[in-house]
């Protein structure tokens, strides 16, 4: 069975610096896709960024770049020039790329970010 | 901007009873899930639906749980005789497809449930 594993319950950053949040999973499939998800305090699951695993360039969308090692089973996520809003939980996610799956993601258990002004 | 909406925000229910958490996929969406979070710990999945059947269901998916569509739009969560364990933030998800091709899953706000 496939796992998600998020190794650091909390962690904090000051506001315009770079932070990284670690994700190492486990799975014996070679096809499937990674995602990061931020929880705010509405509670609210808002998809941050995806990586194919067939892909080897990692994935970008702004302030939000992975650091995806697929040998090593890592997916690490990191954000620059951080802002007050990037407060929240963020939730590793995985979900097997096979045709028999019909796509349920399987979370780590999350990192909360705090981000001091 | 199209989004998954679910109803009611916070439902409070005696041990016992029955409850519907209900959500609206967006609308050209095939594929619908159920997944709880309990408080402090991690997003979990119950269930997948597609084609008006459960594709996929988790363990926590037993008998006290039931999925249906029941107009084409509305894609409703029932649990049948709630527990103390029940109470959870349930959070509905819907994606164009799935599978290989699949696409992002796009979530509700949660309906956050307390059985008391």
């Known amino acids: 069975a496939q796992t998600v594993t998020q190794s650091q319950p909390e962690m904090s950053v000051q506001e315009a610096e770079t932070v990284t949040l670690s994700c190492t999973y486990d799975t014996s499939e070679s096809d499937y896709y990674l995602f990061w998800y931020k929880q705010p305090p509405s509670r609210q699951m808002i998809l941050v960024i995806r990586?194919?695993?067939?892909?080897?360039q990692n994935a970008t969308e702004n302030r939000f770049s992975v650091n995806f090692q697929k040998a090593a089973k890592s997916f690490s996520l990191k954000i620059s020039d951080s802002q007050l809003g990037d407060a929240a939980m963020y939730f590793c996610?995985?979900?097997?790329?096979?045709?028999?799956?019909?796509?349920?993601?399987?979370f780590g258990k999350g990192t909360k970010l705090s981000v001091k002004p | 901007e199209p989004e998954v909406t679910q109803t009611p925000s916070h439902q409070v229910t005696q041990m016992g009873q029955e409850v519907i958490l209900r959500c609206v996929p967006i609308?050209?969406?095939?594929?619908f899930y159920w997944y709880r979070q309990i408080l402090g710990q991690k997003v979990e999945f119950l269930v997948s639906f597609y084609n008006n059947e459960i594709s996929e269901k988790s363990e926590i998916f037993d008998d006290q749980f039931s999925v249906e569509r029941p107009d084409g739009s509305n894609f409703t969560l029932k649990i049948r005789s709630t527990k103390l364990e029940d109470s959870a933030m349930y959070f509905c998800?819907?994606?164009?497809?799935?599978?290989?091709?699949?696409?992002?899953?796009?979530f509700g706000q949660g309906t956050r449930l307390t059985v008391v």
């Open positions: 998800a819907s994606s164009e497809r799935a599978g290989p091709s699949n696409t992002e899953a796009f």
């Open positions: 990586q194919e695993a067939y892909k080897q």
């Open positions: 996610a995985y979900k097997g790329g096979y045709g028999g799956s019909q796509g349920n993601l399987i």
């Open positions: 609308s050209n969406h095939l594929y």
